[in-house]
DNA sequence: GTTCCGCATGAATCGATAG
DNA sequence: ACTATCGATTCATGCGGAA
């Protein structure tokens, strides 16, 4: 079966309706959070966040396969010494659109920003809201067993040669990859808890999205060739990880550097070419690609 | 100087109104949690719950000193496939009586409940939110500090001299150009994500709240000789730990079995007998005790 | 070849200073 | 007053060059 990645410029509210209806098993995605990466993205003000965000749910809604999942991940940020409430507020605003607010997993981020206040620690976790359609969906929980006791930890660190794996056994949650390895060893089922470093690698891009994130929910809810959709791609973390896991993916950029950026980095198997529907809002980048 | 621990046994929402106002530095509970059947103890129905909490936290508002804390642990409930709002809607009800919502801890349960669920995994965390008065209050970091992380292990004990006095000058952060800054640092703040065990052998109630949590709270949020108070005590957990850590204490619960039970705990040191303030409420049990 | 060590880099937050 | 920008603070991690 061929595998297919389309890649769209421009903003998800728009792209998205070239998305058909109950298409996507999975969306998996990371949306600029209020205030932040203003450098990047136009930063969305913590005002307006919400009603900013809902037509992208909606619209993520109508795509969505019945069974399928909508992981959200963010984090509301600190104003005044107080914590935000747009997030609460999203939840509450997504559910009267019909969203089920299934589950909220916490990723606790071993590797957090730094820093000292007299008020307050570190901020070392971020939300992933879980969404669905309806009480029924695919879950594989087979798929993202972990390895029990504390053997997992040694052999992990054998591992670190063939693939780019860290030690995440040590905080319980267990998390890494390679389950090949673990075959005829303990395993149990993790918990809503996933502890993870973010990537702080120095090479080209950061992603703050770690790869083990968006692997671990597109192996708990989606199997091969079903179809996985990132709205806000960024740098593609998302992407790659399901096209190496062979699923179909979408991505959706807005800032033509991160879109042309993916871009070239599917370019060597890239032949089929998709023409834009929106014709006059057409720029000097290629506006979307279908790779096969 | 003279501790005291006092308490009541009744409806908080009632005895409450025996405390003065501006008096606690620390109030840590956790509240019976909403649940369907009305019958359990303290049972609340989720529909019920926010106005049924909402007149306990006004009064909490009013005793809580300017410079004190708030931490309410509290979880919401999964019902019909979808994790319940009201946790949410107490937060936003709570901000409107005057409540800063300050932060919110995660309680990782590093034992959580075992089991096997087709749609979720097992629920391993909770929240502490943390509520105050005002934008300024006491918060003793240095009294948590933990063991630094074990990267530094290794990479700390093989300093040369000459490594220690590099410059850090350049720009930025300054950090980790000079790591001798950290010869000696044998702890560091923690963050807001909090690692402990459930107890899972008491001897009589499954006090689900371990001891470590209403320790590190007393810890962080107040000094010897500051009051603590429990408006939910159920078996004294956070009334024995205040004790302990030489902090007046105020426990209040609404069932005889439980107010017996500490009551009798401290009984061997007890001396001072309250008269009861309401007394048509009177029952055959003792309403309240001072104990110093 | 291993192990060790220097270094850059974070979805941060507060308070002071500047326009 | 009210907003925008800036410096100071802090610590875990992976990479790459050195021992």
Redesign the pocket.
Known sequence: MELKTDLYLGDCRIELKRIPDNSVDLIVT????AD??KSTYGGVSVKEYVGWFLPVSKELLRVLKPTGTFIL???E?????ERSTYVMELILEMRKQGWLWTEEFIWHK??C????????F??AW?RLLQFNKDKKFNMYQDAVKVPIGDWAKDRLKNLSETD?I?DNAKNGSGFGKNVSNWLGKATVYPTNVIHL???????NH?A??PRELPEWFIRLFTQENDTVLDP?M?SGTTIEVAKRMKRNSIGIEILPEYYDEVRRQFAPIEYYLMEPAIEYETTEYQRSYAIR
């Open positions: 990371s949306p600029p959070y932040q990466r991940n963010i984090k940020k600190v104003i005044e010494g071993k590797n920003f730094p820093g000292k206040w007299s008020n307050r570190r901020d971020e780019k860290r470093a973010t990537e702080c690698n120095n090479k950061s703050a999205f806000f960024g």
